[in-house]
């Protein structure tokens, strides 16, 4: 059987990108593949994809912004996600914790950096962009704060988070959460079945 790469282009940023964090682990559990993480500015690729936030886009249509949150309770109730909570400092500048996530990769702390900074951003209501709650909420989980911190202002980590944004675009992305399935676009929450269904027609095809 031949391998199946999922990528998964995400910000802290985005409530959406952090539901599909949560559910990640059952399709990889029931498909054997695990998810590549690709932190990703969302800001940037909103500028470079001439896109703007739901929040931004829908602000002068009631009724669809009532149906966003409809189904946000809907995805939390199925999904048993009784943790969520939605982020007061909404919107988060999320340059500082994005480059955190390319220093954590250095690193080798990378799964427990998005782990804590996801948790941070949407079930305990911090307000990430700030110096000293990011320090406090890395050190309080066990990782190096000031490490993480201070690679995080490495020039080649800015670059490769650039770059990631950049190499987002060009293949089509818009947005966060975005996911690739051996090169096929697939964005939002709304998507994981198809993600999921995709991932097993290609192990199918292959075996």
Known sequence: MKP?????LFDFGSPN?????????AIEARTGVKFE???????????????RSPAEAFADIPNKRAYERLEVDRFVAKHR???????????VNTLKIMRGACAALK?????????TVYAAMW????????DG???ETLNAAGLDGAALVAASQDANVKAALLANTESAHARGAFGSPTFFVNGEIWFGKDRLRDVEEEILRLQAASS
């Open 4 to 8: 199946v790469k999922v990528e998964f």
């Open 17 to 25: 990108a952090y539901f599909c964090h949560k559910v990640i682990p």
């Open 37 to 51: 993480y690709v932190p990703i500015l969302l800001g940037g690729l909103f500028k470079l994809a001439n896109n």
């Open 81 to 91: 996600l009784e943790k969520y909570r939605f982020n007061p400092h909404f919107p």
């Open 107 to 115: 690193l080798g702390c990378f799964e427990r950096y998005v782990e």
């Open 123 to 130: 079930e305990q209501e911090k307000n990430m962009a700030d």
């Open 133 to 135: 709650v990011i320090l």
